[in-house]
């Protein structure tokens, strides 16, 4: 920002005129690089517009000054600063205006003036069906529908309430065990019930809720009937809601504290997910496509953040805080394609901060389940108990379910590793002058001491006998090993199949061009980004109805074998079918580490491939995106075997990551994901890293390398990776093959899209 203001100055320009011209510049920047926004078939931002395009054309509003909002690579703190219960309680009105103003917009005022007429009246077996319309505001011009179902027995009862109506399995269980189920008629039309909050849009036109917004407010509404009603024990209220209409319950509690507990169930982006993890490296739905294809579920001011989530003021943990300390259980599948168990348990651990804060941890739990998006009768069960047990009905021991469960403090208790980085050297940046056998020990010490392996004896005998099987994830996820359908497609796609044993007791899926009779194919092995929820099967196309906007996501593995190569994928340990394998790994290899076994997977996966008569051992490749260009790195560093890589959006220069520079860095390896918790002991004196990322890249040479750096990632400032990226150049041209290391900084943000993926692949086939 100062340079702006000293141009400003300089040219006699007002300084706000400056920033606007910023802004507008970010605009065009973000209008080339998004997806043009979809029309929602059954909503409408307001009375205007249906678009984000149409919202921007009519009222001009510009994207944020990005450089004056600080970069917040973690979740943002609701606690800042916070020391007392009275300082939390006055900050939640300010985190609730910042929620409506970048997220879900402005809610009116609560009515004052809420009529409610009961409409029909019958029974049922041995409950009572009463059907009430609610009217309310200008002229009691709003009106909901909600329907209550009211069991045999002396009350108050507790509330079961939702907008799931009774044609969908939702509110049986709740009757049954006792509970008042209420329905409020505000949820996506496509359910069949119609969307009451849709006409609010023109009984509040100076309001811009949005459409979840307009859900969640209806909660509200349906919430100050129950509290008149005697039947009701006003303290006993529970909200839940699946899939986007989990995001709407937990909006409501977080603003509702009327809502004694809440169960958000598998709203994932937007809901229990923070935005900051759901970014293209993990695969799942973005701001971008969910601000996009449906533009009208959030306030048209989100999609400015997509690429710059790092620069949201609050996140979805803000919402999981607000509800503190009234009961909320987090819930989702951990293999849903739309989720991610590790931003669930992020978000987890951030309210459970608060939760401690307030002296009632056991109100939150979490729960990810077995299964992907849709839940079952069994799912309901465990609602109830979870609300028996807030509600101190049928008090039961909390839930925490981990799928990753990692912890910087718990592997440093495991290992018994301590570090003093003031006993490292600071590190200069001419790494290109390192010996080759010192730049191998710094790789080797960040990923730990390898235990020693057999190799696997089963590739003598018949390389492509495999015993190994994947589990039932493999049949969730539509491998071809569990699918015949799958396999049919793949043939259609002009493809053969074959599945190829390597590791300890591993298996990998080879693609290859149909009808191949002979010679040796060259090959390439495809490392996934941060997918937890699927590992390698990023929307494959064989998996796709061709209609998903996550589509240009995924590696297409069709054109790679057209262009004649062989194309070999698995799931690194902790993802897809292997996402449960990583949770006890330190306490089983405290000395080892996540990325030195990923390592190690990845060279077996060469070893059983130089076994096959199909391929040349000599034409082994790698392509990565994300955490695939980190491992791609490591393992080109390591194995002379490896003929070129890859690397999309991997290289990360350690040293320069401090924290001034607004980025994850270390933290990313040594607390989130837990790859090389070594790493950590060096936080806030990166310059004494002894290994870096450019070590890896320097091994590399001479050997034909891509590296792709987005000019606009967030994960590694493009500067700074251009500066390492220099250095370690410098082994190419002693080398005498400086033409050999291909560096490409386009314009965009950390994305694996169709266009670069052409681009890899165009490289591939020369080289």
Not at 429 to 457: F, H, V
């Amino acid at each position: 920002m100062r340079y702006v203001f000293a141009l400003a100055l300089l040219l006699g320009l007002p300084i706000s005129a400056q920033i606007e011209n910023k802004q507008r510049a970010t605009l065009a920047e973000l209008l080339r690089l998004l997806r043009p926004s979809h029309v929602p078939p059954d909503g409408r931002i307001n009375a205007h517009d249906k678009t984000w395009e149409d919202w921007l054309r009519r009222t001009g509003e510009l994207p944020p000054d990005f450089d004056a909002l600080p970069s917040i690579p973690g979740l943002p703190d609701p606690l800042l600063g916070i020391t007392t219960p009275a300082q939390w309680a006055a900050r939640k009105p300010h985190l609730r205006d910042q929620i409506q103003h970048w997220m879900f917009g402005k809610f009116p005022p609560n009515p004052s003036n809420l009529r409610a007429t009961v409409t029909a009246s019958r029974r049922e077996g041995r409950v009572t069906v009463r059907e009430v319309l609610l009217a309310f505001g200008p002229n009691h011009r709003g009106t909901l529908r909600i329907e209550l179902i009211i069991p045999d027995g002396k009350g108050p009862f507790p509330v079961f309430l939702t907008n799931h109506g009774h044609n969908r399995p939702w509110i049986y269980t709740a009757v049954r065990r006792g509970y008042i189920a209420c329905v409020y008629h505000a949820t996506d039309p496509r359910y069949g019930n119609g969307d009451d909050s849709d006409a609010w849009v023109e009984v509040y036109p100076e309001y811009d809720f949005s459409v979840l917004a307009r859900w969640a407010w209806a909660a509200s509404r349906a919430v100050d009937y129950l509290v008149t009603l005697p039947e009701v024990d006003k303290s006993k209220i529970g909200l839940t809601g699946h899939s986007r209409n989990g995001k709407q319950a937990l909006l409501a509690a977080a603003f509702d504290e009327r809502i004694a507990a809440v169960i958000p169930s598998s709203g994932n982006s937007g809901e229990c997910d923070p935005w900051r993890y759901t970014t293209e490296p993990f695969a799942n739905e973005s701001i971008e496509l969910l601000a996009g294809a449906q533009s009208h579920w959030f306030h048209p001011r989100l999609r400015f953040f997509s690429g710059r989530e790092d620069k949201l003021p609050v996140d979805q943990n803000t919402l999981l805080a607000l509800v503190a300390p009234r009961g909320l259980m987090l819930y989702s599948g951990y293999a849903e394609s739309a989720g991610n168990p590790v931003g669930f348990e992020q978000a987890y651990r951030d309210a459970l901060r608060v939760y401690r804060f307030l002296g009632r941890e056991q109100n939150v739990w979490l729960r990810l389940r077995d299964g992907e998006h849709a839940t079952t009768a069994g799912d309901i069960e465990s609602f109830i108990d979870f609300f028996d047990s807030v509600f101190d009905r049928r008090p039961r021991p909390k839930v925490e379910t981990w799928i990753n469960g990692y912890t910087f403090d718990k592997w440093r208790s495991l290992s018994g590793e301590s570090i003093d980085p003031r006993s490292y050297p600071v590190r200069d940046s001419k790494i290109s002058a390192l010996p080759t056998g010192k730049l191998r020990k710094q790789i080797e010490w960040a990923l730990g001491e390898e235990p020693p392996g057999a190799p696997n004896m089963q590739l003598r005998a018949n390389p492509l006998e495999v015993s190994s099987v994947e589990g039932w994830l493999a049949g969730l996820f539509r491998r071809p090993s569990a699918d015949s359908a799958v396999r049919d497609r793949i043939t259609k796609e002009g493809m053969a199949w074959t599945e190829v044993p390597f590791g300890d007791g591993l298996k990998a899926d080879l693609f290859y061009p149909a009808g191949h009779k002979s010679g040796k194919l060259p090959v390439v092995i495809w490392l996934h980004p941060y997918t937890y929820q699927y590992g390698w099967s990023i929307y494959a196309p064989w998996t796709s109805t061709g209609n998903d906007a996550r589509m240009d996501q995924r590696p297409t593995f069709p054109s790679l074998v057209k262009r004649g190569f062989a194309v070999l994928a698995f799931d690194q340990i902790g993802f897809g079918a292997r996402v449960l394998d990583s949770k006890e790994f330190y306490e089983r290899y405290p000395k080892w580490s996540l990325m030195g076994k990923m390592v190690s997977d990845t060279r077996a996966a060469v070893d059983s491939l130089t076994q096959l008569d199909l391929i040349d051992p000599s034409r082994i490749y790698l392509m990565g995106y994300s955490l695939g260009a980190k491992l791609g790195l490591l393992t080109t560093a390591l194995d002379p075997r490896i003929r070129g890589l890859a690397a999309v959006a991997g290289f990360d220069p350690l040293r320069l990551d401090t924290p001034d520079r607004g980025v994850e860095g270390i933290r990313h390896y040594s607390h989130l994901h837990g790859l090389m918790p070594r790493l950590g002991f060096f936080l806030g004196a990166e310059a004494r890293l002894p290994f870096d990322f450019d070590a890896a890249l320097a091994l590399a040479a001479p050997r034909p390398v891509l590296l792709i750096a987005p000019t606009l990632d967030r994960y590694a400032r493009s500067a700074d990776v251009k500066a390492e990226v220099n250095e370690a150049r410098k082994r190419w041209e002693v080398l005498s093959r400086p033409d050999a290391l291909t560096f490409e900084t386009p314009t965009g943000f950390n994305r694996f899209r169709r266009d670069t993926q052409e681009r890899v692949f165009t490289w591939l086939a020369a080289n």
